[in-house]
C-alpha cells in the first residue's frame, strides 16, 4: 500500500483567453492527484488528507473512488473545499491562485495510524505550507521515516503561497533527513537554492529532477547521474504532469520491489532508465489532455520494462 498525504482542491481552468472567461472546475491538487495516478496505475493506494462535506469535497471522493483508491483515512470537515485558479500559458504551462482561507483541508490532523500494510508515504505541495496543518503533515512526515517507511517529497514550490520564502527553505532542509525519494522540478530547485548533491547529503538516496518537455534526471547517493529525453506529444496543458511522474517513480518502485533506501541504493543505470522512461511517458499521456487526467496502466505499458538508457556518470 502507498499512502499519499497532501491537499485536495478544486482548480478552476479557463476554457479561453482573457480574464473573463468561462472557468471549469476540475479535481485537483498535488497530493490528490498522485494519488489518482498511482491507482490508474493499478498500485494499492490510500489517500490521507482533511476534504470537505461540501459538493465539491464529495466530487473528490468520488474521483479517488474511481481510481480505487481507499479513503477511510480523509478525514472529514464542515469548512469549504480550497479553490486554485488557473492561468494556461501559451506553451501549456498552468500558474495558479489559491482561495485557502478557512478551507478544510488546512485543519488536518495527524492521524494515530497508517492504513496496514503501509510500505511508502509521498508528502508534498500546498499541504507542507499551509497551517497548521503543515505541521500535522510535517510531524507525519518524520514520524513515518523513524519507523523506516519508505518515504517520498515532492515540494511542488508554489511562492504566492509562501510569506517567508527563507523560512520555508530552512524547514525544507529540515525535511530532507526524513526523506527517501525526493522529486521537483528545475523551478523548484532553482527557488530552493540548492543542488541534488547537497540534498541527497541530507538524507534522501535519490533525488530526481524534471526537465519539463526536456526529460528526467536522477541522480544517486553513489554519485550517478541518469537521464532519459521527455517524449514528444502535442501539449494541451501541463496539469498534473509533475504529479503523474510522482506517481509513475512509485509505482515503478514498488514493482522492483524497491521501496527502501538500499534498494534504491542498488537501482543501476538500466532500472533507472526504464524508471524515468516510464515517468516521462505517464507525464506526456497527461500533458496530451486537459486537465490532470493521468493515465491508466493499459495506456503506459510495464514499468519495469527496460530501455537502453542515455547515462552521465558524475
Not at 511508502?120 to 503533515?137: D, I, K, N, R
Not at 516510464?278 to 493521468?294: H, L, V, W
Request: net charge negative; aromatic share 6%.
Amino acid at each position: 500500500m502507498i499512502v499519499v498525504a497532501g491537499e485536495a482542491l478544486i482548480d478552476l481552468v479557463p476554457q479561453g483567453a482573457g480574464a473573463l472567461v468561462d472557468l471549469r472546475p476540475a479535481r485537483g491538487g498535488g497530493p490528490y492527484n498522485t494519488a489518482v495516478a498511482l491507482g490508474r496505475l493499478g498500485s494499492p493506494t490510500a489517500f490521507c488528507s482533511r476534504v470537505s462535506y461540501d459538493v465539491y469535497g464529495e466530487a473528490l471522493l468520488t474521483g479517488l473512488r474511481e481510481a480505487g483508491v481507499d479513503v477511510a483515512a480523509v478525514q472529514r470537515g464542515p469548512e469549504p473545499t480550497t479553490l486554485a485558479l488557473a492561468s494556461i500559458g501559451t506553451d501549456g504551462s498552468a500558474r495558479y491562485s489559491f482561495y485557502v482561507e478557512g478551507s478544510a483541508d488546512r485543519l488536518f490532523v495527524t492521524p494515530a495510524r497508517l492504513p496496514e500494510g503501509t510500505r511508502a508515504v509521498s508528502f508534498g505541495t500546498c499541504s507542507l505550507v499551509l497551517e497548521p496543518g503543515a505541521s500535522a503533515y510535517e510531524k507525519l512526515l518524520h514520524t513515518t521515516a523513524a519507523q523506516g517507511v519508505f518515504t517520498a517529497l515532492d515540494p511542488n514550490i508554489r511562492p504566492g503561497l509562501i510569506p517567508d520564502a527563507d523560512a520555508y527553505r530552512a524547514r525544507f532542509r529540515s525535511w530532507l533527513p526524513s526523506v527517501s525519494l525526493l522529486k521537483l522540478s528545475e523551478e523548484d530547485a532553482r527557488w530552493l537554492g540548492g543542488t541534488p548533491r547537497l540534498w541527497l547529503d541530507s538524507g534522501p538516496a535519490a533525488v530526481v529532477v524534471t526537465h519539463g518537455g526536456e526529460g528526467l534526471t536522477v541522480h544517486t547517493r553513489a554519485g550517478g547521474e541518469h537521464s532519459v529525453p521527455g517524449e514528444k506529444i502535442d501539449v494541451v496543458d501541463t496539469i498534473g504532469a509533475g504529479d503523474t511522474v510522482n506517481a509513475a517513480l512509485l509505482h515503478g518502485l514498488a514493482a522492483r520491489d524497491a521501496l527502501s533506501d538500499a534498494a534504491v541504493a542498488a537501482l543501476g543505470a538500466e532500472d533507472w532508465a526504464g524508471l524515468l522512461r516510464f515517468a516521462a511517458r505517464a507525464a506526456a499521456i497527461t500533458c496530451s489532455r486537459a486537465g490532470a487526467q493521468p493515465p491508466y496502466a493499459a495506456e503506459v505499458g510495464e514499468p519495469t520494462a527496460s530501455l537502453a538508457p542515455q547515462v552521465r556518470e558524475g
